[in-house]
């Protein structure tokens, strides 16, 4: 890293419940988000590990308060490195893959491309904005399917992804076979090289993107 030059940035939502601990072992430990930063590509960004700070089961990305939170740090990490504003990304893996689906919807500008694997997707409830120019790489394994829930995860990927390209946006879903609830590194790397292949105009400001959040994310409360 060099303030010479401005930096891509990857958002990272994390899965895995609640619990500050919980959510700062997920998000930045040695299993997970660090290790994303050193796969194929992955010293080319600044990498933010967001934390989930109210409870909220598989929905808690979509709450207001952690949502806010998000954004609010992106405007921190803002002020203390040079962001590259036109190629900031969102991703997050299971409960955060979900979390970056709603998320599309709700401030589907404010990010160059969107990331979601293996999540919980809800976004069948509600209306898709117009998502033209939108790119996405959703992940999905094969043998995703949780035991004793009614439904599968590979089932809602599918599903999202359908609604989401109807929207008009450009959706790449990955089906990836012989893989259950995990995100291989193999694919960390894959997802690297599509988050550099797009950028767009920077947001009018954050402060713009907190505000708009704020006002729809009561929508999609469950």
Not at 210 to 221: E, T, V, Y
């Amino acid at each position: 890293y060099s303030r010479d030059t401005r930096c891509p940035l990857i958002v990272h939502l994390h899965g895995g419940g609640n619990g500050t601990d919980t959510a700062m072992s997920l998000a930045a430990g040695a299993g997970d988000l660090r290790a994303f930063s050193t796969s194929a590509g992955g010293d080319q960004f600044i990498w933010m590990a967001a934390v989930v700070r109210v409870p909220g089961s598989f929905h808690a990305w979509a709450m207001e308060g952690n949502a806010l939170d998000m954004i609010d740090s992106i405007r921190e990490v803002s002020r203390l490195f040079r962001v590259d504003h036109t190629r900031v990304y969102l991703a997050g893996t299971s409960m955060g893959g979900g979390g970056v689906a709603t998320l599309s919807y709700v401030i589907p500008h404010a990010f160059a491309a969107h990331a979601p694997v293996v999540g919980y997707y809800w976004n069948e409830l509600y209306p898709a904005p117009d998502l033209t120019g939108i790119y996405f790489r959703v992940l999905a394994g094969e043998l995703d399917t949780p035991p004793g829930q009614p439904f599968d995860r590979l089932g809602l990927a599918r599903q999202f992804a359908t609604q989401t390209s109807a929207a008009g946006a450009s959706v790449d879903l990955v089906e990836m076979p012989g893989v259950g609830h995990s995100y291989p590194f193999g694919e960390v790397g894959r997802t690297n090289a599509f988050f550099l292949t797009h950028s767009r105009p920077a947001p009018t400001s954050w402060e713009a993107v907190r505000a708009q959040a704020d006002a729809i994310l009561p929508l999609f409360a469950m």
